[in-house]
């Protein structure tokens, strides 16, 4: 089983920037990717960002260039970036975790609040 905490959302101009954290606690060994998602009110969640075990990246086209997804030193620990903030960025943003532990799981945490002002 594995847990996900958010942390870092909040209010920001645009043009601002933001720090997104993430942090997996159980059985942190079974995940192969994590990411962030968001989703903006009565639109769909949609992927940001994400990053798998061997380090590698993919973001959204409406992120590139903005927003970075790496991961701490622990590699339980995933963080989200985001510079050049613009009002359509404005969502909750969720963390997931996708992994094997006897069968394929992918897991959420609560979300957190992002919200830019222009």
């Known amino acids: 089983q594995v847990q996900l905490v958010e942390s870092g959302g909040g209010l920001v101009q645009a043009g601002g920037s933001l720090r997104l954290s993430c942090t997996a606690s159980?059985?942190?060994?079974?995940?192969?990717?994590m990411g962030w998602y968001r989703q903006a009110p009565g639109m769909q969640r949609e992927l940001v960002a994400g990053?798998?075990?061997?380090?590698?990246?993919n973001y959204a086209d409406s992120v590139k260039g903005r927003f970075t997804i790496s991961r701490g030193n622990a590699k339980n620990t995933v963080y989200l970036q985001m510079n050049s903030l613009k009002p359509e960025d404005t969502a909750v943003y969720y963390c997931?975790?996708?992994?094997?532990?006897?069968?394929?799981?992918?897991?959420w945490g609560q979300g957190t609040l992002v919200t830019v002002s222009s």
């Open positions: 990053i798998n075990s061997r380090g590698t990246t």
């Open positions: 159980g059985s942190i060994f079974t995940i192969n990717a």
């Open positions: 997931n975790a996708e992994g094997h532990y006897s069968s394929d799981y992918a897991v």
